[in-house]
Nanobody
Framework: QVQLVESGGGLVQAGGSLRLSCAVSGRTFSSGAMGWFRQAPGKEREFVAAINLSSGSTYYTDSVKGRFTISRDNAKNTVYLQMNSLKPEDTAVYYC????????????????WGQGTQVTVSS
């Protein structure tokens, strides 16, 4: 059974940084794709970033390009989201997700989800 567990969320001032982690168990970690999504109150879940676990290719939504970095550590079965220059509009619950095939940017195409971690950016 695949399990994803996020950690690293919290409260930070605008301009600050956080690093989210997503520990994966129960699957082969070297293939497929991992993504980060976020959901703010009253809004739909939106794509943030994704990584192809074989090639290491990364993908970002425009609003986080240059500020967020997704990476993975295959030895630790963990995916990270380094978030710099945070803005109040980045406030949301952040979820990691996994799928068995190529990177996609829509939530419904992901097979497995973590429980989410809250990120709050104060102005």
């Amino acid at each position: 059974q695949v399990q994803l567990v996020e950690s690293g969320g919290g409260l930070v001032q605008a301009g600050g940084s956080l690093r989210l982690s997503c520990a994966v168990s129960g699957r082969t970690f070297s293939s497929g794709a991992m993504g980060w999504f976020r959901q703010a109150p009253g809004k739909e879940r939106e794509f943030v970033a994704a990584i192809n676990l074989s090639s290491g290719s990364t993908y970002y939504t425009d609003s986080v390009k240059g500020r967020f970095t997704i990476s993975r550590d295959n030895a630790k079965n963990t995916v990270y989201l380094q978030m710099n220059s945070l803005k109040p509009e980045d406030t949301a619950v952040y979820y990691c997700a996994a799928r068995r095939f190529m990177v996609r940017t829509t939530a419904y195409e992901y097979d497995y989800w973590g429980q989410g971690t809250q990120v709050t950016v104060s102005s």
